[in-house]
């Protein structure tokens, strides 16, 4: 493999953070960019993001800090965003160096509101970037049990295998497996979807649900899944594995998953507007309800749930009686 690649991350969330420590293990030098200029003094001084996973300890010799999102872009071959997919277009905007020739791979799990796009649909149609040189980071993986050093698996999904194989042997450590998949398309809508079904597993958790609906709810959002990717990009794909069907269950049942958290709060009484304002950090699955209910009009795939947690989020409509209709639609 090249190991001459230079690679930098853009985003200073738990993403982010998470990434720049499993790059850490394998690479003497990684570019990271972040808005936050406190934040990278205060990296400088104490070795750790004083916002998100503050457990992790750098090596600031590895680490190149920069505000400026273009000196990122001109020192990096492999550029690794993971920044709310909400965010991205405004930080694309502050681009002046070319992306030509450059691999991008996405962390984001949203679809870009600007364009109603998945991250990897955007490069490709915004910014002429060729499908081979733009890839996918999935999971199942929580940043904050990267934090942990837990045993965590990842999938790496690119049209060009080489190109693939040399993130994920960046990424690899004793507590990070990585595995590889052409499955751009379907991987990055996985990743959007399940989002989608954490925040209606939350809103369940909220409004009293116990553990045997949460079973049949996530069968069904498979299920689901599978028919709405299917719909939008039709190739050969096991809905099963763990970038599918893993990445599903983490964040629909885990204590660590945002989105999750976010359809509690919901289902327990708050609204939308004071339910983001409680958490420091932003649920994706709910900028990604209205895109997936519009892409939906189009596709016309059968999606009991993604409709009703749109119904609760953007209609305002009751959760208690959403739900009760949502499950006599379910088996």
């Known amino acids: 493999m090249n190991t001459d690649k230079k690679f ?18 394998n690479l003497s030098e990684i570019v990271w960019y972040m808005r936050n200029d406190g934040a990278i003094q205060h990296i400088l001084e104490n070795n750790h993001n004083p916002n998100y996973l503050s457990s992790i300890e750098f090596d600031t010799n590895q680490l190149r800090l920069t505000n400026d999102i273009n000196i990122a872009v001109k020192d990096a071959d492999y550029l690794i965003f993971a920044i709310p997919s909400a965010f991205l ?83 690899t450590s004793h507590y990070i497996k990585c595995k590889t998949t052409d499955d751009i398309i379907g ?16 809103i369940a958790h909220g409004l009293g649900y116990g553990d045997n609906f949460q079973a049949v709810l996530m069968s069904n959002a498979i299920r689901e899944m599978k028919k709405f990717i299917k719909k939008v990009y039709k190739m050969k794909r096991n809905i099963n594995d763990s970038a599918y069907l893993g990445d599903l269950l983490v964040t629909g049942y885990s204590v660590f998953s945002r989105n999750r958290t976010f359809g ?6 708050y609204t939308v507007k004071s339910a983001q304002m409680e958490m420091r950090m932003v649920a994706e699955g709910y900028y990604a309800a209205q895109s997936a209910y519009i892409m939906n009009q189009e596709i016309k795939a059968k999606t009991p749930i993604i409709d009703t947690v749109y119904n609760i989020l953007y209609l305002g409509k009751d959760p208690k009686k959403e739900f009760k209709k949502l499950t006599e639609k379910l088996d």
């Open 8 to 25: 930098a991350v853009i985003g200073g969330g738990s993403w982010a953070t998470a990434i720049v420590k499993m790059l850490s293990e």
């Open 89 to 171: 277009h405004d930080e694309l905007e502050k681009l002046t160096e070319s992306l030509d020739g450059k691999l991008i791979f996405s962390a984001i799990k949203g679809i870009i509101p600007e364009s109603g796009l998945i991250v990897g649909e955007h490069f490709q149609q915004k910014y002429n970037i060729p499908l081979e040189n733009i890839g996918v980071i999935t999971g199942p993986c929580h940043a904050e049990e990267v934090a942990l050093e837990r045993l965590s698996y990842l999938t790496i999904a690119c049209s060009n295998k080489d190109n693939a194989m040399i993130l994920a042997e960046k990424l």
């Open 187 to 202: 991987t990055e809508y996985a990743a959007v979807l399940k989002n989608i079904y954490s925040v209606a597993a939350g």
């Open 264 to 269: 509690s709060m919901v289902g327990k009484g």
